[in-house]
């Protein structure tokens, strides 16, 4: 109907100044000649004003958006790692109960990230959580909600940190598609990032960051996906149910929270060679405890510490917050089998028998120092 307003209107238009006709055409390009000789120095001008304009709108919306992921990095890199203690008469801790990142993707500040690490050496293996003061904030609610009795606390040197004359490597890991699921091969891929991380021993460090932040677009791009599966127009039946099929899958997918994630692997040793071979060892144990229908494949790998040190997200992909729980939650007592020497919390802390108690009603014996 718009569209039928608008070529009425433009036949109107052309009746009115005579452009029906040939010899109205005629004058009409003759006195538009006439025009454009008067006027098409301001045209011109006209034309790059309007231009120049338009540029600067959105060249101002670009610097704007390039400033806000600035100052959200420098947010993060100027925030607190805090090292996270479970407690080690924990029982075993189940992947597919957690249900952390779903709250915690709504829990973190707009379009910030936070780091969950996993690092260690030949004396300590620890949990840790590193982001701006708002974001650790948030996170430290969600994980004591979710692991009631979990303590914290802020380390005392930094472990992204490289030691001078050490050398640092990094792989980051993404899945290959974004519309499958990230099927784990293992009941908990977690167990064997801790097996290569307590085995790195002498003069070396293995770290493991997965940064995550809020995902936005990934739940509507599954619903057109599955929408086009369901439209499509096939002859053959079998395909059309192999359609429905995919269809039903990623509208089971769309169900869940997602997050945009980032797995980084890092070495550092005292050789460029060994601090490479810390970092490969965990992408390969991070990788395998993955399936091949949608695996976990290196993607970039690099030398630059700072890239550690602010915790930058790199490659991103999606992971619902299910697949991302199978490999950043907290243990149970049962990894301390596998990896004596992470660090746990320490006794708990219960209230005094009512026996022991003293009330303001009893007798205290004062104490005496003798001259």
Avoid at 49 to 58: A, D, E, P, Q, Y
Avoid at 239 to 246: S, Y
Avoid at 283 to 304: F, I, Q
Wanted: proline residues 5%; glycine residues 8%; charged residues 25%.
């Amino acid at each position: 109907m718009v569209l039928l307003v608008i070529v009425a209107l433009t036949i109107m238009a052309a009746a009115r100044l005579d452009l029906l006709s040939p010899k109205g055409m005629q004058s009409f390009q003759v006195r538009l000649g006439v025009w454009w000789t008067v006027n098409h120095v301001r045209v011109w001008i006209g034309l790059a004003s309007i231009t120049l304009i338009l540029s600067s709108f959105f060249a101002f919306k670009w610097w704007r958006k390039v400033q806000h992921v600035r100052e959200i990095q420098q947010r993060v890199a100027n925030g607190a790692t805090i090292q996270l203690l479970g407690r080690s008469d924990w029982k075993p801790v189940d992947p597919a109960n957690v249900n952390l990142w779903a709250r915690l993707a709504d829990a973190l500040p707009h379009d910030e990230h936070i780091s969950f690490e996993i690092g260690g050496s030949d004396t300590e293996l620890f949990f840790a959580l590193h982001g701006s003061e708002d974001g650790v904030r948030a996170a430290l609610t969600q994980f004591k909600a979710e692991w009631p009795g979990m303590q914290r606390r802020p380390v005392e040197v930094e472990h992204a940190q490289v030691p001078p004359d050490w050398h640092l490597h990094w792989i980051e890991l993404c899945p290959q598609d974004w519309k499958e699921s990230i099927a784990s091969l293992s009941s908990d891929p977690l167990r064997a990032v801790l097996v290569e991380v307590n085995g790195v021993l002498g003069r070396g460090r293995g770290l493991v960051q997965v940064i995550a932040r809020n995902d936005f677009g990934t739940r509507a791009k599954l619903g057109r996906a599955a929408f086009e599966n369901r439209a499509e127009k096939v002859e053959n039946a079998g395909v059309k149910a192999i359609r429905t099929k995919e269809a039903r899958g990623l509208e089971t997918r769309a169900e869940r929270t997602f997050l945009q994630v980032t797995v980084r692997c890092v070495g550092i040793a005292d050789s460029q060679s060994r601090a490479q071979g810390i970092a490969r060892g965990l992408a390969r144990a991070v990788s395998a405890s993955y399936g091949h229908r949608n695996p976990v494949k290196p993607v970039k790998n690099g030398n630059d510490p700072q890239v550690v040190m602010e915790r930058r997200m790199g490659r991103t992909q999606a992971w619902a917050d299910d697949e991302l729980a199978s490999l950043a939650h907290l243990t149970g007592s049962d990894m301390l089998f596998v990896a004596p020497r992470l660090k746990t919390a320490s006794a708990k802390s219960l209230p005094p028998d009512p026996e022991m108690r003293v009330t303001v009603q009893d007798g205290t014996a004062r104490f005496v120092e003798d001259a």
